[in-house]
């Protein structure tokens, strides 16, 4: 890859789909081959600017995703990431051929936008980018992968994840019709956005880590020759 700039690669996907643990494996596997990578996780819960977030997520605002409408719950999200932009990683970017992030604006197009009607989608991904990479300056991605995972095999994963205990989960994971009409926000994307998508499942169970994380790894090297 011709180190010319930084190259933002997005890891996406629903609750439980596995994000953490394949963003952490190209992060290892990037470095291993020489180049400089720099991680990101959103939202970023140590900082203040996600406290609109939890407050959403935890219910205090609602207990249905649906009581907090697309725009408004975005703008939450946005002001997470932007004040992580100024403060942190956008100072770096250019000591760094790849940042790999945990979700970004990508994960409003999915969850918020299962929120408007489908004749609405594209007006609102029109706003969010506008939003988000034009009026508040992000960087938009250089490339998007969405982890895809059937909402019943991340639901068991997730339940896994918290010993079982239901009240663990916030107001998205434990809406389930909420959660089918994320995978088919992301899947509008995939087709009309461009997004990659892996599929982390063989229809009963999760497929091997090392599987998903050769799969990112081989679009990665096809999109920047790395």
Known sequence: MTRDRCKLIVIDGLDGSGKATQCACLC???SGMGYRVHPLTFPDYDSPASEPVKMYLHGQLGA???DVNAYAASSFYAVDRIVSFINRWGREMDDYDF?????YTTSNIIHQMA???PEERDSFIAWLTDFEYNR???PAPDLVI?????????QKLMLDRYDGNEEKKDIHEKNRAYLSRCRESAH???EHLGWMTVSCDDGDSI????QIADAILRMIKERFHA
């Open 115 to 117: 929120k408007v009607a």
């Open 64 to 66: 249905s995703p649906d």
């Open 99 to 103: 940042i790999i992030a945990d979700r």
């Open 146 to 154: 969405f982890l895809d995972v059937d909402p019943a095999i991340s």
């Open 136 to 138: 508040l300056g992000l």
């Open 28 to 30: 290892e596997t990037l």
């Open 188 to 190: 509008y994307a995939i």
């Open 207 to 210: 497929r091997p880590i090392a």
